[in-house]
RNA sequence: GCCGGAGUGGCGGAAUUGGCAGACGCGCAGGAUUCAGGAUCCUGUGGGGAUUACACCUCGUGUGGGUUCAAGUCCCACCUCCGGCACCA
């Protein structure tokens, strides 16, 4: 037994502080990137560097240093690099608010972020730092809008952009979330400006392909990108207003181009003026203001009524030569296919309801996948004998009030529209609803197969009563037993469309688009919903555009050798961009030396993050932005590490501007990340008084009250942030528990893909791992063999045996778990486990073993050095090593040690666990000496009790399973 | 509405290829130590039941079905929650 007071407690704060300097005075994280053997780079996304870093965010960066020290300890070259995106608006509004420079702001909480990764004991290869608002940084950002610009993938146009009143700036269309920006929560307006653009669009259909093969990318981040790209595939269809002008609008379903009732364009679409007729200018104008003012989050929103106005205009179906009219309504988007469409009422849900409400015709041109067929009938409407004719075809029918219900087929349809003209009373109609439309008079029976037939239908009932009805749709529409098959939108069969009827399926498609081509009305096209990327901001602080105007040679790129464009070094005072420094844009034209204007505008961020990940290989390089050879050994990253909300936005540009530097010859490669794995979000119990705001946890009692009104708290858990003051201080957990107990809790409450609720309590678990881990180490170091003992495993009691086993096993566990499986939480468990052991070993009464005791030691402080690493590194000295443990190999563990000599086997009988047998392990593996000696257990005869085995299971190493009778 | 993901003890979670459900930790309960509190250590801890015996039975992974010797895991239908997109033609 072990003198515990001899040992010296555990103080964190003395033992980091002894190591916090000493792997990077060792150089242990500095990379040679002229090596070729074994690279591994690792990525976290760099962040925006904003004031504290909170438990939150280190869970990112611990996670990275862990697999960043196991893998350097497993003999690979690691690159794990770090930098700041430092440009972007929350410096300018700092700034604003504490009226510093947005670069003093921005350096300064970059010093203290370096200083916060040092007391986590979080290492990064700081030679390679780059920065991404320093000149020697956006040179290259300047210079790669360049290259863009040269090759056409830059383009200035004139067009309606989101412009956020708050940030005083335009936004990209990725940065508009919801419908307000991304950033503060505004609904921007709309405006008309000339901004750049890159033509990300050009590589839409590569960023959605190259998807599949991203095998290393969470599903969910692949399928966001692709939804945000948004391909689908259809036809382009030319339409002609009767005075000649085209009008082309988009479709997914050239197959239901028979059933175009009428047409709809955006409210800003070019040829509404033109289309508009006298009588309707009025009111053409009113709705098209209205439009120009309504939100575009009032204008998106799928609850909102259908509104629209009549042009007074018509346009001519290319495929039936029949005149359809033209509307506006602003659920047709000018920024969506060509911003006109045609409107196929029975199979499209919008059109529908636009139809139904404007009293537009509704013809079904495709018959539904599920062959049903109603008729709802009053009684009053038919003769007697109706209900028993009905009943003798052998239909469905019910009756119900002062109706009958019939239900069939299509198949049985022509029999029934005859039995149903022979009852309907004169004066009377009979609808019937579903894979047939067909309106049933005493003297004919009329198909919905087209807009004369609505017409008649309409005027054969308005004859009667003199209602308001305007198409055949509405007579139906209402009566509750047909809501579910009024409408549908299937790909079935095409009915009512001349030479195409009975076409079906996606083929239809196909065949129309061929048809369409081949009348030279239309061809098969592709849609996105990716724009271009609007790149260009109005504001300070970002890198420059490179570009000079010059009345003489007009759009002048700013030669290379001039580049950095400087940002102008002013004295900061407030919101602004370029245009409002004087001076700043009067320049000389590169080209004729005359008077001319530098571009005003700044870059978007989002290009200084593209391309951030080849400057760490070459951060110092003067003369390139990187070296091809040598990115093109390193990359693509091998791990990327980051946030889920950069799945869209910074994930699809970086993607972007690696094909396009591929394309232009300066890279080997196509995709920028092999690996990417998303952290989940840390979430702390924020308290909120409705009428006081958020609370700080520690002004909270526990009676959940407002301090302030006494009124009743609301609490929920919520990501951190400073706003809801639930943030936890990283710098509290460390005073008082250490980094190491900081980063082991972090690593072990949960899976990192997951967001987790920070709990006080699981600190302090982790805490007393460490604590015991120290204890149990230091106070046993007595009765280990001197490093480097082999033992003699033949002489091993059964302790020994199964501590020896449980070495291996966790060795093996823990390498998988974070090379493998990023299952950091199991990882730790496994640790704890083997710790486990080794305490109930050493804590026994019976005679250890020196030599498996300082192999189980050395061991266990190995495989929890990355998680833990000052105390580990302490321990290490402890145990009396000299060199550092990053110079150590990774434990090894082998087969032999993996394997047990005796193993407990379930027995199943029929399916229910009967006993458990203990079998040598050679027995274990064998399949029929396994079953004989589950057989032969006395638990299992009994059980069997004479009964007969008809079926015996036996997996080696797992189980038997016997059926029995 | 469409597309993803997830539902397991009081809590976070584990079970990696269909093979002993609840590893590991928190919390809780009892005990030891202590003047006391804290810290530490030991024991127990899914529900229900049984017994002289913790070498027992039984139910149990959101719900309902199914496949299988065997289902948290596979299939079908549904419910709830979270995330993304959303009048996208």
Redesign the pocket.
Known sequence: MVDKHSIPPYDPSEVEARWRSFWADRGFFRSDVASRDKTFYYLNMFPYPSGYLHVGHGRNYIIGDVVTRVKMMRGFNVLNPMGWDAFGLPAENAAIDNNVHPREWTLSNITNARKQFAAWGVEFDWDREVTTCLPDYYRWTQWLFLELYKHGLAYKKKATVNYCPMCDTVLANEQV???VCERCGTAPVAKDLEQWFFRITDYADRLLEDLAALEGWP??VR??Q???I?R?F?AEVTFRTESGDEIV?????PDTLWGATFMVL?PEHPLVDKLTTDKQRDAVHAYRHQAALASDID????E?E??GVFTGGYAINPVNGKQVPVWIA?????????????A?PAH???DF?FALKFGLPIVPVIAPLRDEIRSAVAKRDVADGFAAAVKAAGWTIEERGGQYLVTLQRSQADAYLKTAQEHVREGRWIGVVGSRFAFVFPDAVIELASVEADREIVARVANGNGSDVAVAMDLVATEAAYQDVLFHADHGEMIHSGAFSGTSGEAATEKVIAWLEEKGIGEGAI?Y?LHDWLISRQRYWGAPIPIVYCDKCGTVPVPEEQLPVLLPDVEFIGKMGLADIPGYAETTCPECGGPARRDTDTMDTFVDSSWYFLRFISPTDEHHAFVKQDVDHWLPVDQYVGG?EH??LHLLYARFVTKALHDLGHIGFEEPFRRLFTQGMVCHPAYRCSEHGWLFPKQVDEALCCPQCGRRLEVASFKMSKSKRNVVDPTEIIDRYGADTERVYTM????PD????W?D??V??????L??VW?MILGNVDRMSAPGAVPDVAAFDDAAKALWHRCHFTIK?VT??VE??F?F??A??AI??LA?DL?RYT?SDEEIDGALLRIAADGLVLILSPFAPFVCEELWRGLGHEDAILEQPWPCYDEAGLVQDM????V?I???????VAVSSEVAEDREALAKAALADSRIQEWLGGKSVI?T?A?PG??V?L?VK
């Open positions: 979330v919801a419908g599903e969910n399928k966001m692709e939804n945000w948004g689908s259809g609008v988009f479709t997914t379903r955006a204008r998106s929103s799928t909102r259908k509104t602003d659920y047709v988007l000018t920024s969506y296919g060509t911003g006109a469409i045609m196929v499209d849900e919008r309801a849609n919903r889920v799945a869209i072990f409450m949960g899976p997951r967001d987790i609720d709990l309590e699981g302090r678990g982790a805490n007393r791992f604590k015991r204890t566990k998988e778990d493998q499986r299952s939480n199991t730790v468990a704890m486990e486990n305490g804590d193993v407990e086997i379930p199943q029929n399916g229910k666990l009967r006993a458990r079926k299971i997996i797992k189980m399973s059926v």
